[in-house]
T-cell receptor
Framework: DTAVSQTPKYLVTQMGNDKSIKCEQN?????MYWYKQDSKKFLKIMFS???????INETVPNRFSPKSPDKAHLNLHINSLELGDSAVYFC?????????????FGNGTRLTVT | QKEVEQDPGPLSVPEGAIVSLNCTYS??????FMWYRQYSRKGPELLMY????GNKEDGRFTAQVDKSSKYISLFIRDSQPSDSATYLC????????????FGSGTRLLVRP
């Protein structure tokens, strides 16, 4: 069973569209994250939720809106997509209790905006 | 200047070689240091984790942290073609956000 699963795996869309990416984890973790990986492999955190509460909100355009219906799910909605949004978006989860808790990543959603 | 710097490579070595991967960082508050391995089209997976300074060994992998120099290393002994991947260092402090900061990754190719 996949521990952290994201859908869709690939997303190709045109500029100006709105799209959503979904993430689910079955590890029993209480904290979930969205990371963006650019073409140079640089992974940058966007958001983090702990028990449905937003705890990290980096400098991300407000066209990006995360939503956590419960602690096992974290979705990402993107409005008015731009060319620069093309990247791989990774969902991750961890236990927040204990600073040494490693992140478990999904396999990513490859977003291409044309 | 980025908080974490990592040579992007690619690094190409013959099978059996010892590989050294390195990161430098600027934030002295970082206390937890990790190495992730990322295969093509996959998510990063945790390889090694160390706290503060010192060495940690796990099979063919050894992680070293030198906090005085703000420098961390991952050594791979007897490298195998299956080790070909991108290796990302990551680190965090002890603040309540638990935010993990990643290096940009070093691409490693082990030639048979």
């Amino acid at each position: 069973d996949t521990a952290v699963s994201q859908t869709p795996k690939y997303l190709v869309t045109q500029m100006g569209n709105d799209k959503s990416i979904k993430c689910e984890q079955n590890l029993g973790h209480d904290t979930m994250y969205w990371y963006k990986q650019d073409s140079k492999k640089f992974l940058k955190i966007m958001f983090s939720y702990n028990n449905k509460e937003l705890i990290i909100n980096e400098t991300v355009p407000n066209r990006f809106s995360p939503k956590s219906p419960d602690k096992a799910h974290l979705n990402l909605h993107i409005n008015s997509l731009e060319l620069g949004d093309s990247a791989v978006y990774f969902c991750a989860s961890s236990h927040r209790t204990g600073v040494n808790s490693p992140l478990h990543f999904g396999n990513g959603t490859r977003l291409t905006v044309t | 200047q980025k908080e974490v710097e990592q040579d992007p490579g690619p690094l190409s070595v013959p099978e059996g070689a010892i590989v050294s991967l390195n990161c430098t960082y600027s934030n002295s508050a970082f206390q937890y240091f990790m190495w992730y391995r990322q295969y093509s089209r996959k998510g990063p997976e945790l390889l090694m984790y160390t706290y503060s300074s010192g060495n940690k060994e796990d099979g063919r992998f050894t992680a070293q942290v030198d906090k005085s120099s703000k420098y961390i290393s991952l050594f791979i002994r007897d490298s195998q073609p299956s080790d070909s991947a991108t290796y990302l260092c990551a680190m965090r402090g002890t603040d309540s956000s638990y935010k993990l900061i990643f290096g940009s990754g070093t691409r490693l190719l082990v030639r048979p």
